[in-house]
């Protein structure tokens, strides 16, 4: 029925309990498949020896740190090899972590003295913990890149380091923010694509030639950064660039792909092209139409286009009607690509009438709606985007069993269902979709939860325990406590309703393991509960403008000198980088009928102000968001 090792782990749990008077608990956790990593092979995580612990927690429990440092000062002098150099790093750890003043000149020379020892990169993190503390950003970042680059790097430092250190990156000035996403994307290779994209995105011109003749990349491994730095320079106008990055990769890599792809955009002469616009510019939705009429014309006022792109624009109103008879007015002028509708049911009245050969980028926020006509594409942010972006990072977190959590709107079921099947379509199991309904009079839902962590349990395993433990002993009263059956929960609700929610998982035992949601959390109510029990959450967030470079500064400089004080929005943004794309593709690429719906799904995507876009087989914008956590009871952006 089983094997030796469970019943061993039963009885020493009998022999452990047996004198204790009250119901014991015994915690049985199952041995986890093996699944694919996300990071490269990394180091085993060092042993600590038991006399060494015992004086860290003489330290860390009992306070008393002087007697400590004298005994791992003893052992480091006296005891032989390996324990006096563990001792040595031990004894930095708490002169950091104490603050003692010495404790970073210490720990840099005893890094310099074991360069290769298996605590070396910890040294790095107690160091970057220690700078930290003290507001240094520049140094705690530094010894983060050190870290990531250290042979010995194991995959919990990883973790820490790529979650403490994107903020930080995203802060500092371009040069060490490029450092850090770089060393990141060497090691996280489920995700390097996004880490060079996001040092790609940092770059300017400079600091490209200066990593390309200071070689400090390995071009082979990372050419993916010249085509994203490329591509964001296509996409805003800047050719010159466009061709000084081709003449890089030209003398480096000659003969490779990316090379010709990035020289086919500098090669490229702008041509006539039209781009017909279909928005509400009356009616109750005009205020929203001319929102995205001003990103249009914003991003089109660039003098790298001239007088090459024409715009025509259509009314839309609020009739559905009213849009058919716009869209046949802009391809009977002669529109080859086409920006909008706004609404969905007008984008649903047009399906029978779209073009073959013009491309229809809408802006519609219902993504399904794409998949009735091959010429329709949505660019969107809703949150089934947004849902289905959490599935692919849940993927990449090993998160192969989820169980997924929503409410009666039907806005959280559409989120939920987008979820589950993206996480299906990566091979995942959903474990279990439940709505949980709830009222102002009745927030509880402990009794669905705790129905849920029953049927969570693996039956068969019960109850061979419950058979072992009545063989095993008669007088000795057990409970067993199932571990969890699934890997994380996904949350397709408020932040108010997550606030109250999480504490209830804790209550029935569904705890210590992620917690997945939208920007749906951020409703002003998520940290209503300080945000204890969310310390594992991981949600997506949308901020505009996404990313830090010229291109963003040009817009909002350019925005604040034609409409004055105010910010735009985000649907300014989705429609500035909308005809955009269709610019690029049409004008400066000169690409029309079906040439330009293949370049639309390109698989590498479209950089924008609203983050990075690829459109999959379906026409729908896939959306590279942001990911915040709660740390220390605030919202932080997590790596």
Request: glycine share 6%.
């Amino acid at each position: 029925m089983h094997g030796p090792g469970l019943t061993l782990l039963m009885v020493s749990a009998l022999l452990l309990n047996a004198c204790a008077p009250k119901k014991e608990v015994a915690v049985i956790t199952p041995v986890e498949p093996a699944v694919e990593q996300p990071f490269k092979r990394l180091s085993t995580p060092p042993q600590t020896a038991k006399e060494i612990r015992d004086l860290l927690e003489l330290a860390r429990v009992y306070n008393e740190i002087e007697s400590a440092l004298a005994g791992l000062s003893e052992l480091a002098e006296l005891a032989p090899s390996p324990m006096n150099e563990e001792a040595a790093f031990r004894r930095v750890e708490l002169l950091l972590e104490f603050g003692y003043p010495e404790g970073p000149a210490e720990a840099e020379s005893l890094i310099k003295q074991f360069p290769l020892h298996a605590l070396a990169p910890y040294a790095h993190s107690w160091l970057a913990r220690w700078w930290s503390n003290l507001g240094d950003d520049p140094q705690t970042l530094s010894e983060y890149v050190k870290l990531l680059k250290h042979p010995r790097l194991t995959r919990e430092l990883a973790e820490e380091t790529l979650d403490n250190g994107t903020p930080i990156a995203q802060r500092l000035p371009e040069w060490e923010s490029i450092q850090w996403f770089l060393a990141a994307a060497d090691i996280d290779t489920n995700r390097k694509d996004h880490w060079l994209r996001l040092a790609a995105s940092r770059a300017s011109l400079e600091s490209i030639i200066r990593l390309h003749n200071e070689k400090l990349l390995i071009e082979k491994k990372n050419i993916t950064f010249y085509l994203y730095a490329a591509r964001i320079r296509l996409m805003s106008g800047d050719i010159d660039e466009v061709r000084t990055i081709a003449g890089l990769l030209s003398v480096s890599m000659p003969n490779h792909a990316t090379t010709r792809k990035v020289e086919s955009w500098a090669s490229g002469i702008t041509q006539q092209a039209t781009i017909g616009v279909l928005l509400p510019l009356s009616g109750k939705y005009a205020h929203y139409g001319e929102e995205a009429l001003r990103g249009i014309r914003l991003a089109l006022a660039s003098e790298s286009y001239g007088n090459k792109v024409e715009l025509r624009i259509e009314d839309t109103g609020d009739d559905a009607m009213r849009a058919v008879n716009a869209y046949r007015q802009l391809i009977s002028d002669g529109s080859d690509w086409i920006i909008g509708p706004l609404l969905t049911e007008h984008a649903e009245a047009l399906l029978p009438y779209l073009e073959p050969h013009v491309p229809v980028i809408s802006l519609i926020n219902q993504p399904g709606v794409a998949k009735n006509s091959p010429r329709l594409f949505v660019h969107t942010l809703a949150r089934e985007v947004q849902a289905s972006y959490m599935a692919d990072f849940a993927w990449q977190q090993e998160v192969r069993k989820v169980v997924v959590l929503h409410g009666n709107p039907p806005g959280e079921l559409q989120e939920a269902e987008a979820f589950v099947e993206a996480f299906k379509n990566l091979g995942g199991e959903v474990v279990e979709q439940l709505m949980l309904e709830v009222s102002a009079d009745n927030p509880d839902s402990r009794p669905e939860l705790q129905a849920l962590r029953e049927r969570s349990d693996d039956e068969e395993l019960l109850a061979e325990l419950d058979e072992d433990l009545t063989l095993l002993s008669a007088e000795i009263e057990l409970e067993i406590r199932m571990p969890i059956n699934f890997d994380a929960v996904y949350l397709a609700m408020p932040g108010k309703r997550i606030a109250s929610l999480a504490g209830q998982l804790a209550y029935v035992d569904i705890s210590g393991i992620p917690l997945y949601g939208s920007n749906r959390w951020q409703d002003g109510h998520l940290l209503d509960d300080r945000g204890r029990y969310l310390s594992r959450s991981r949600f997506s967030n949308i901020s505009f403008p996404a990313g830090d470079n010229n291109a963003v500064r040009r817009m909002l400089l350019s925005y604040r000198e034609i409409w004055g004080a105010g910010k735009p929005g985000k649907l300014f943004g989705m429609a500035y980088d909308s005809v955009l794309i269709a610019a690029v593709l049409g004008s400066r690429l000169g690409l029309n009928g079906p040439d330009a719906f293949n370049a639309l799904q390109d698989r590498d995507g479209f950089p924008g102000l609203t983050g990075h876009t690829r459109f999959d087989d379906r026409g729908v914008g896939h959306k590279e968001f942001e990911i915040f956590t709660i740390k220390r009871g605030e919202l932080a952006p997590s790596g």
